[in-house]
């Protein structure tokens, strides 16, 4: 079983160039998030979408932007790559709104130097 | 705004003994759910156990089980027979309207 799968496992990035975080997921899953994890500290919610075409801000959404075109892939897209946003991304799916428990795929370790 | 802590950076605790984690959070919400994840250094994030606001009585989970105080807002996780697969970050993480809030960690080492 696959589950949430992130490509790339890492990436450097010089400042101010962009990249796409893939994120794909095969359990069908209407409910999908992006997450951030700085050093020492939780991970906190970037973006996240409900189902196909809706996605919504999270608690740091600034310089990140989402898109939902299908229910299996949630990309990440990073316009203008700062230091600022060096970090672990988490990509995680969960079936509803509820107290269902996230899926998350293994992280991808973003450099910005 | 909902809030989770966790005051304890960093614990150990022997091979086969126990260890209890603290988890406080603050909410106004009567409807939520509450979870400890494991990240070993693989990274991955991995659901240790799960509990519903409404019900009373404590999850467990084999050798995990949490002390839920509702009206103390607080989310402690025991382990019991601590075992060196249990060394990793532990998350406490609070859920509401479908949007988690994580508390900082708490780095977990079994000695031998």
């Known amino acids: 079983n696959a589950g949430v799968t992130q490509t790339p496992k890492f990436r450097i990035l010089k400042i101010g160039q962009s990249m796409t975080l893939q994120c794909t997921q095969d359990m069908n899953h209407n409910y999908m998030y992006w997450y951030r994890q700085d050093p020492g500290m939780g991970l906190k919610l970037i973006y996240y979408s409900v189902g196909a075409g809706i996605t919504d801000k999270g608690e740091v959404p600034n310089g990140y932007n989402v898109s939902r075109s299908t229910t299996e892939d949630f990309p990440l897209r990073l316009e203008l790559a700062a230091p600022s946003q060096t970090s672990v991304y988490f990509c995680?799916?969960?079936?509803?709104?509820?107290?269902?428990?996230?899926?998350f795929g293994a992280g991808t370790r973003l450099s910005v130097l | 705004a909902q809030t989770v802590t966790q005051s304890q950076p960093e614990m150990s605790v022997q091979e086969a003994e126990t260890v209890t984690l603290s988890c406080t959070y603050d909410t106004s919400e009567s409807d939520y759910y509450l979870f400890w994840y494991k990240q070993p250094p693989s990274r991955q994030m991995i659901l240790v156990i799960r509990q519903e606001a409404y019900k009373q009585q404590n999850a467990t989970e084999n050798r995990f089980s949490v002390n839920f105080q509702k009206a103390a807002k607080s989310f402690s996780l025991k382990i019991s027979d601590s075992q060196l697969g249990d060394a990793a970050m532990y998350f406490c993480?609070?859920?509401?309207?479908?949007?988690?809030?994580f508390g900082t960690g708490t780095r977990l080492k079994v000695l031998a």
């Open positions: 993480a609070y859920r509401s309207a479908g949007r988690y809030i």
């Open positions: 995680a799916s969960s079936y509803s709104w509820g107290g269902d428990i996230q899926y």
